[in-house]
Structures are given as structure tokens and as C-alpha cells.
């Protein structure tokens, strides 16, 4: 077997956004459209979504994408949404964030990219 130890095999990038307004964080159906745009938009394989909306507030969806997959998840009680990216190959995560960014409205976000 050959040793990928040192291999790069993607990047993953870990995004936490704070100070969202409620209505945002809890529209299911905007947040997966959000989700799945922002990936078609950067040429990103989009394979499959799954999106919950729970009770009483809150949402996750997931993208599950030829490259890797995107997570959201939000807490509207608290304002805030945590969401990655995961891109195998060339692809960048960053504009995809970028895209899903735009959608949450605010500049209070922290973003942390790392090597796999």
C-alpha cells in the first residue's frame, strides 16, 4: 500500500457565522437553495441534498457533492450557523463559502481552512 501520509487530498474549510437574523436560520427551503447554488455556481458536482428542519427552529442540510460534501447547520436561537466544505482535487471552498456568506448577510464570521 502505497503511504498518502503526506498526500494532500483536499481542503477543508470550517466556517462559524454570528449575528444572523432568526428568519434566515430558520427557512429550510432558502438555506438548501443557498447551499446548493453556491456549489453549481463554482462548478462543484452537486449528487445528492438532504435538508431537516426541526422543531420548534433550526436547520441542517447536507450537499453531497462529486468532490466531497457541504454541511450547514444553524441554531437561530442563537444566531449563528456553522457550516464546512470539504474539496477534493483543485476545487476551492473558499468561493463557495463566499457564495453562502452573501445569503447570512453579516461580516461576523470566523473561517478556517485546513490541509487533508
Request: glycine residues 4%; negative net charge.
Amino acid at each position: 500500500m502505497k503511504n498518502v501520509k503526506n498526500a494532500h487530498m483536499g481542503t477543508h474549510l470550517l466556517v462559524e457565522v454570528y449575528n444572523v437574523p432568526f428568519e434566515k436560520l430558520n427557512d429550510r427551503d432558502k438555506i438548501e437553495k443557498v447551499c446548493v447554488s453556491a456549489c453549481k455556481t463554482e462548478g462543484l458536482e452537486v449528487l445528492n441534498t438532504y435538508t431537516h428542519q426541526f422543531d420548534p427552529y433550526g436547520v441542517t442540510c447536507t450537499v453531497t457533492l462529486g468532490e466531497s460534501h457541504l454541511s450547514c447547520h444553524t441554531w437561530p436561537e442563537k444566531n449563528c450557523v456553522a457550516f464546512d466544505i470539504f474539496t477534493c482535487g483543485a476545487k476551492n471552498p473558499r468561493s463557495v463559502a463566499l457564495w453562502v456568506l452573501q445569503y447570512f448577510d453579516t461580516d461576523d464570521y470566523v473561517m478556517k481552512d485546513y490541509a487533508r
